[in-house]
């Protein structure tokens, strides 16, 4: 008895295994396709055999973005086969294939929205820079800077996604509406998210002007601005999960979400750039042997490397203590 039920634990998890790997080979080729319909005027098989690294980036981070947008429903999809030992045929169909795959299909949709709109607003955002010739000419500096706009607005609205699958999963009218604005929010501070991270990079390195230098192809700089972006977007998602899940909750009204939730946006947004901010000071005081606005300036990759490195460690270590002011001011606007 014991061997079978081990045997059938097995197998159930080999399935399981099976399944995300479909899942993960589904993305990669969702990844492919959606990069020809965004970018519609690039080869993208012809500008990888030609060895254009910028393209190969920007498709790289597409992917990325997609799996982390919809590893929500994938995750939820193998773990629903844990129980289908215990259903008939049609139990399995109409409990866990059908509400699965609903719930990836708009998980996918959500993220095609979200990369679409983040290439839009980034293409606004950047007057002097055609994006597309850039790419053409294999500028690796604006490869990194888009990819890193992409995988910003993945963390940003990964929170959302899975909140609007959940409320579709519910049947509910009330809840399918409040989920959608969910991700209506999410989708739009996503996009203020690249707006800050661009402004940012102005404030801070006022010697550099950002688009002149992506437009030379400095990829020093484009590390760095796409490590701002990428810790910007770290250090707010959970303030953007607070007012986005905060619609859901049943221990808040809807009006004490959105101001709760606003209140602990704008907190994120400004301890994100107070700790990008002073993570610029101190490398500055550490390292007295270098000027690295000059160094950037010559497209010292090194030096962008490393301050990038900062950006995201800084960036790691103060999301959880967002979370905790977080928590502190959602139990301030409970009913």
């Known amino acids: 008895m014991a061997i079978g039920q081990a045997m059938g634990a097995i197998g159930l998890g080999l399935f399981q295994l099976i399944v995300g790997l479909i899942l993960a080979i589904a993305c990669i080729y969702a990844g492919f396709i959606l990069f020809n319909k965004i970018l519609k005027e690039i080869d993208l098989q012809e500008e990888l055999k030609k060895g254009n690294t910028s393209v190969g980036i920007v498709t790289v981070a597409i992917m990325i973005t997609l799996a982390g947008i919809i590893s929500g429903s994938v995750s939820r999809i193998t773990s629903s086969i844990s129980s289908i030992s215990e259903m008939n045929g049609i139990d399995i169909l109409v409990k866990v294939v059908a509400p699965g795959i609903v719930q990836l299909a708009i998980g996918v949709v959500l993220a095609v929205v979200a990369i679409y709109m983040a290439f839009k607003i980034w293409g606004r955002i950047t007057t ?9 000419k294999n500028n690796v500096a604006i490869g990194v800077v888009m990819a890193g706009i992409l995988i910003a607005v993945g963390f940003v609205i990964q929170g959302s996604v899975s909140g609007i699958e959940t409320a579709i999963a519910t049947l509910k009218l009330v809840d399918i509406l409040l989920g959608l604005l969910q991700f209506a929010i999410g989708l739009i501070l996503a ?27 400095n990829t020093a700089v484009g590390i760095v601005s796409a490590a701002i972006m990428i810790t910007l977007a ?8 607070g007012i986005t899940s905060g ?18 946006l704008i907190v994120g947004i400004v301890f994100a750039v107070i700790a990008i901010y002073v993570a610029f000071k101190i490398w500055d005081k550490i390292t007295t042997k270098i000027e690295e606005t000059d160094e950037l300036k010559k497209n010292n990759v090194a030096i962008g490397i490393v301050m990038a ?9 103060i999301q959880s203590a967002i979370s905790g002011i977080g928590v502190a001011i959602a139990t301030a606007f409970k009913i």
């Open 247 to 264: 619609l859901l909750g049943q221990e808040m009204n809807f009006i004490g979400a959105i101001v709760g939730g606003v209140v602990h």
């Open 309 to 317: 490195g900062i950006l995201i460690a800084v960036g790691f270590v």
């Open 191 to 217: 996009m203020v998210c690249i707006y800050v991270g661009f402004s940012l990079f102005d404030k801070i390195l006022t010697e550099i002007d950002l688009q002149d230098e992506l437009n030379k192809g």
């Open 128 to 136: 002097k820079t055609k994006e597309i010739d850039e790419l053409y």
């Open 234 to 241: 770290e250090v707010i998602r959970s303030a953007v999960s």
